[in-house]
T-cell receptor
Framework: DAGVIQSPRHEVTEMGQEVTLRCKPI?????LFWYRQTMMRGLELLIY????????DSGMPEDRFSAKMPNASFSTLKIQPSEPRDSAVYFC???????????FGPGTRLTVT | AQKVTQAQTEISVVEKEDVTLDCVYETRDTTYYLFWYKQPPSGELVFLIR??????QNEISGRYSWNFQKSTSSFNFTITASQVVDSAVYFC??????????FGGGTRLMVKP
């Protein structure tokens, strides 16, 4: 079975540019999560969806970040405009239920110069 | 509030040694779930084990074993006869009702040949 798929794997962009990260969850998983990982802050939950509906976005740092899930097999995380402090690895994960294990994608390493 | 503490930030061992990674958690709930994830140098997060709060049986999977003790709020992970391929960052995580997954800060394990 295919795992969680993320694209791109690496993204380098200049400050002020729009960045879009993409995620395809595991088929049949009703929950989708976006995380950010940095050395300073570790793993942070940004937002999660249940059945394509955003449930909790309290971890989204500011209005420059937005996430959508138009259907059960696709989600995007957008940063507009990007800033150097957004540089991090962004992970997407999916699970069957909140209480079940989450399966993570390979991550997108974002560098904003 | 819930919290996960991994006091050991870095551990270095020589191949074939046994090593235990500590995890202490805090939660007021009686029903909760504990997890361990592995993050090898390649960066992806790999699910290792899930445990619910009502099951205190220790678990063994090959060279891996987990010791769950509610009395001390600990969920420790032991690798027997460590190998270089075990080198990774290991995360302990907690999920309880009303909250999402909370990760510990991680323990970096270095296994030297």
């Amino acid at each position: 079975d295919a795992g969680v798929i993320q694209s791109p794997r690496h993204e380098v962009t200049e400050m002020g540019q729009e960045v879009t990260l993409r995620c395809k969850p595991i088929s049949g998983h009703d929950y989708l999560f976006w995380y950010r990982q940095t050395m300073m802050r570790g793993l942070e939950l940004l937002i999660y969806f249940n059945n394509n509906v955003p449930i909790d976005d309290s971890g989204m740092p500011e209005d420059r970040f937005s996430a959508k899930m138009p259907n059960a097999s696709f989600s995007t995380l957008k940063i507009q405009p990007s800033e150097p402090r957004d540089s991090a690895v962004y992970f997407c994960a999916s699970s069957r239920s909140k209480r079940y294990e989450q399966y993570f994608g390979p991550g997108t390493r974002l560098t904003v110069t | 509030a819930q919290k996960v503490t991994q006091a050991q930030t870095e551990i270095s061992v020589v191949e074939k040694e046994d090593v235990t990674l500590d995890c202490v958690y805090e939660t007021r709930d009686t029903t909760y779930y504990l997890f361990w994830y592995k993050q090898p140098p390649s960066g992806e997060l790999v699910f290792l084990i899930r445990r619910n709060s009502f099951d205190e049986q220790n678990e063994i999977s090959g060279r891996y074993s987990w010791n769950f003790q509610k009395s001390t709020s600990s969920f420790n992970f032991t690798i027997t006869a460590s190998q270089v391929v075990d080198s990774a960052v290991y995360f302990c995580a907690l999920h309880n009702a009303g909250n999402m997954l909370t990760f510990g800060g991680g323990t970096r394990l270095m296994v030297k040949p």
